[in-house]
């Protein structure tokens, strides 16, 4: 999942020059071009990444790679801006919607979400992969200055007073309910199982809790991909097609990755191909994913319509 052991120099995992040389939109971080001062949390895109490039020659940029759907993304990026915030203009965070910007998503090798990178002097450095828990950021974050100032990267940006406002929002939020408040401490943590837990005893006291039910299917999710390799669980997959956990990690990571319609396709003529006694559990895995990304999503719309189709 991690990757905290940061080496001394920079590691050009990614390919960036096709974004380097092409005219930037004006963007929110606008300091880097030295016409006042960047925020500390920003949103990137493929237009004003040359901006954000440059910037991370002055001080470190971490680079959060995230989606709308994604439950991990939600649970990790107010931990990622509560970490920089923190830290009081040592490093900035550029929020990357990889929907909403292919061309980046594909020069990271975005193949899972969350994903964070960071930029030092327009070098990229891998950090880590899925939700964490806030005191691993904080370490990593931690090592990751110590790498900016081995090259030079020692600047800062001022804190203004619109940067403290999301703590204060956050202060003045009511407190979530007992079980609620477990679960996120547990994920935090990293203890998925007694997230799990906590959240079904939610849903055992009030089965229409929809925020219970979102919750359980997206740690639920983080648990079974935690630990998974995706090209060993595609080997496996191909190698036993009507092998249901085989099929049923593959999905898993590519619903994690971002690639949902790839799943649900999976899971769809994986459903097809059994004995009409043997589909239920994919009916189910299908349903939890299905609430998981949203019933209004035109992916979970099309993918009802033909689990509907496959049913009657």
Known sequence: MTDPA????LRGAVDLSSLRNRPAEPAQAAGAAGEGAAPLVFD????????V???SRTVPVVVDLWAEWCGPCKQLSPALEKVVREL????VLAKVDVDA???LAQAFRAQSIPMVVALVAGQPVPLFTGAVPEQQIREVFAQLLQLAAQNGVTGSVPVGPGDDAPADEERAEPPLPPHHAEAFAAIEAGDYPTAIAAYERALAENPRDEDAKAGLAQVRLLDRVKDADLQVARDAAAAA????DAQFAVADLDVAGGHVEDAFARLLDLFQSLPSDERAPVRERLLELFGLIGDADPRVLAARGRLASLLF
């Open 6 to 9: 940061l080496p001394a120099t």
């Open 44 to 51: 990137a895109t493929d237009d004003s990444f040359p901006t």
């Open 53 to 55: 490039l440059e910037l």
């Open 88 to 91: 009081e203009g040592r490093l």
């Open 101 to 103: 910007n292919p061309q």
């Open 241 to 244: 097609p009507t092998d249901v």
